[in-house]
């Protein structure tokens, strides 16, 4: 069965620590892994990997993949408590997206 | 820029109610699909669809059923509302196919009494 499970589920650290989210897979078909942060409401769309070893980066944010180990990480340096959310991978199986649990981080000033 | 629009915000059933969630995207996206979350569950796909005129069952049907009449709306229909439906759904649409970027809606927060 197709499924994406993320560690840590929660998270606590203070501004200016740097964390490391992990998201494994397993799925049939795989196209792409996906980060999405969600704060409130919607989730937002981080990044999207295709190829293993290049690393995407936006500002204090990065994330890379692991084709032959089915994984990805996302890091985040520097961290501030605007960073205090829940981040979420997703892989699809063809037209099915299968997302994991989610890991909650908590930035405290 | 309107986006991803769902309504309505929240909304209270009764068991064996149904109701209609509206979903409607201004991006001409093909791909547009439906979750649900749940606490510790990460987001479920309910339905999707590839196109106006096809649709697809995804992770957890039941219960649910939906129709693509425009590119524009997807609407999810709840045909008798159970509080196991008690939930936050979330309507999604991506430019082409289903594993690129997805643009949500703000959600809609359900409870069923």
């Known amino acids: 069965e197709d499924k994406v499970v993320q560690s840590p589920l929660s998270l606590v650290v203070h501004e200016g620590d740097t964390v490391t989210l992990n998201c494994s897979y397993e799925v049939t078909n795989f196209r792409s892994l996906l980060w999405y942060k969600q704060e409130k409401k919607a989730p937002t769309f981080l990044f999207m990997l295709?190829?293993?070893?290049i690393e995407k980066k936006s500002g204090r944010l990065s994330s890379i993949l692991d084709k032959k180990e089915l994984f990805s990480i996302l890091n985040i340096t520097a961290t501030q408590t605007g960073d205090s959310a829940v981040y979420l991978c997703a892989a699809p199986n063809n037209n099915d997206m299968r997302f994991g649990a989610g890991t909650r981080l908590t930035v405290k000033p | 820029n309107a986006g991803v629009t769902q309504t309505p915000k929240f909304q209270v059933l009764k068991t064996g109610q149904s109701m209609t969630l509206q979903c409607a995207q201004d991006?001409?996206?093909?791909?547009m699909s439906w979750y649900r979350q749940d606490p510790g569950m990460g987001l479920r796909l309910i339905h999707y669809?590839?196109?106006?005129?096809?649709?697809d069952q995804g992770e957890v049907p039941n219960g649910y059923n939906v129709s693509r009449s425009t590119t524009e709306d997807f609407p999810l229909r709840l045909l008798s509302a159970a509080p196991s439906q008690t939930s936050v759904y979330f309507c999604?649409?991506?430019?082409?196919?289903?594993?690129?970027?997805?643009?949500f809606g703000q959600g809609t927060r359900l409870t069923v009494v």
């Open positions: 999604a649409s991506s430019p082409r196919v289903s594993w690129g970027e997805a643009f």
């Open positions: 295709t190829s293993s070893g």
């Open positions: 669809s590839v196109g106006a005129g096809i649709t």
């Open positions: 991006m001409n996206h093909e791909y």
